[in-house]
């Protein structure tokens, strides 16, 4: 059996391409100075676009709202697909505050002088607390301790201008001096700011259009400024529990290094629709080339990851890469992130880091890209699970493609949209850079620019959204 795949990996020199058809590496050129890597090849894996396909289908039967059963059915179902590989497989289970978005949201000028009331449009940012308040507006400009000091903000309502500092610092600095709920708004922004927020607001909080928040600001420069009513309702934020899915391939050489290198996705979605794109492409990604991964020669550790709660907030890769120990962390090599992989709509594929600079993440990617498929671009992108790796010091990069497809957060995030070719393409470079990592033939992957040349490839300048 073993003997059988390794001759069909050695006689796949070819390159094939197809999405019913198994995907390989074309054989490298004879080692150039450019993408030149010493071993790899040998060990190259072949990822089928069907099986992929397959995983996001079955995934994408329902939503997968991270604490809800659906997300659970999700992790059973990754969980058994890995078994059946031969993983052992982990779940590590974790508790988030999970934000259920508020049922109405009024914002009222309360009329003066006999003048009728006006209604405005504002929407409520992510994790904002609930309420019923009312008093008079104060600009508080940036809310920056500079800007909020000495301002009376008792009983008021801060309208506060997005910029220069954090959202929730924003919001500490008016409440410390008595604000009791935030108005947000960009200046130059046609509709209210969207944001997603990380962790709970400590006010109730709305955000308006730049026009409307400029004609309510005017309105402050006049003695004894506007009194809005600001009702926030049906606001909850309940502690629920979801997991992520670890499993874990120890070496299977004599001679073994102590590298670590991790690949995940996040197996949650939006409550909007199923979420084909986001993020059951990268989780189908991530059964494939942990399916491959497996029957090739390692010396190196290697863990697939699928994690939940991502959309409520990272809060899943955020469990999990607190809970790696200092050791394991200078094991690491690098984690590579899969999120909305597979969308027809969407642009091309490139390769996002936190802090927008190349590293080994990128330059495996870039490497085997070209090789496959032509080379692909850098960028500086978070909001997906890599950030919490990047916190702690792993070279990391999130894999999508940009600019992402209109169909992102909405229930037309199906499986219809969703091209085996992009699939097989994606998991083929990264599956293959794993590899190389994994190879007993390239000594620890540290110093890795010893042994292997990345090709070039340029920066992106453009965030996929
Ligand atoms: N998959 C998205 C992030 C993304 C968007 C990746 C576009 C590639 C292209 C992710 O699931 C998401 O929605 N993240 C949140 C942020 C998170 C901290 C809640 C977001 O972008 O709003
Ligand atoms: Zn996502």
């Not at 500079?146 to 409440?175: C, F, H, P, R, S």
């Not at 540290?446 to 990345?454: A, L, Q």
Request: charged share 15%.
């Amino acid at each position: 059996m073993k003997g059988i795949f390794w001759s069909r990996l050695l006689l796949t020199a070819a390159l094939c391409w197809g999405s019913g058809a198994g995907l390989a590496l074309a054989a490298p050129p004879e080692a150039g100075p450019e993408g030149a890597v010493v071993h790899g090849s040998a060990n190259a894996i072949t990822v089928n676009g069907d099986a992929i396909f397959n995983h996001v289908s079955r995934l994408a039967a329902s939503s997968r709202v991270a604490g809800t059963q659906n997300e659970y059915n999700a992790v059973q179902y990754i969980k058994g697909e890995l078994e059946k590989y031969g993983y052992t497989v982990n779940l590590q289970s974790f508790t988030f505050p999970k934000f259920t978005a508020p049922s109405s949201i009024q914002l009222t000028i309360e009329g003066t002088h006999g003048l009728a009331s006006q209604q405005l449009a504002p929407q409520a940012l992510q994790n904002t607390q609930g309420g019923d308040v009312s008093g008079e507006v104060v600009d508080a400009k940036k809310g920056t301790p500079q800007d909020v000091k000495g301002l009376e903000l008792k009983g008021k309502i801060a309208l506060i201008e997005a910029g220069q500092i954090d959202t929730n610092a924003k919001i500490a600095n008016v409440a410390d001096q008595g604000a009791v709920a935030v108005i947000l708004y960009n200046p130059s922004s046609d509709t209210p700011i969207l944001d997603t927020q990380f962790s709970t607001l400590s006010l109730p909080t709305v955000s308006l259009s730049g026009k409307d928040a400029q004609a309510l600001k005017q309105k402050t420069a006049a003695n004894g400024g506007p009194r809005v009513r600001l009702s926030v309702q049906g606001v909850a934020a309940m502690a629920a529990t979801s997991y992520n899915v670890v499993a874990t391939l120890r070496p299977n050489t004599t001679t073994t290094t102590s590298d670590l290198v991790t690949v995940g996705a996040h197996h949650d979605s939006v409550s909007a629709g199923p979420g084909a794109n986001d993020d059951a492409s990268g989780v189908g990604i991530v059964l494939e080339v942990a399916r491959a991964v497996a029957g090739t020669q390692r010396d190196s550790e290697v863990r697939f990851l699928t994690f939940g709660a991502e959309e409520y907030g990272l809060y899943g890769s955020q469990a999990y890469a607190n809970s790696l120990s200092s050791t394991d962390i200078g094991r690491f090599i690098g984690h590579f992130q899969l999120d909305m992989v597979g969308s027809k709509n969407s642009g091309t594929l490139g390769m996002y880091t936190v802090n927008g600079q190349k590293n080994v993440v990128t330059d495996l990617g870039a490497t085997f890209a070209s090789r496959l498929s032509g080379v692909i671009p850098y960028g500086r992108f978070g909001r997906s699970d890599h950030v919490p790796f990047y916190q702690r010091g792993v070279a990391t990069a999130l894999y999508t493609h940009s600019p992402a497809e209109p169909e992102y957060h909405t229930r037309y995030d199906t499986i219809d949209k969703i091209s085996k070719d992009k699939l097989a393409n994606v998991a083929t470079i990264v599956g293959n850079s794993v590899v190389e990592i994994l190879s007993p033939t390239t000594p620890t992957f540290k110093r890795y620019k010893d042994f292997f040349t990345p090709v070039n490839y340029p920066y992106d300048p453009n965030p996929p959204v």
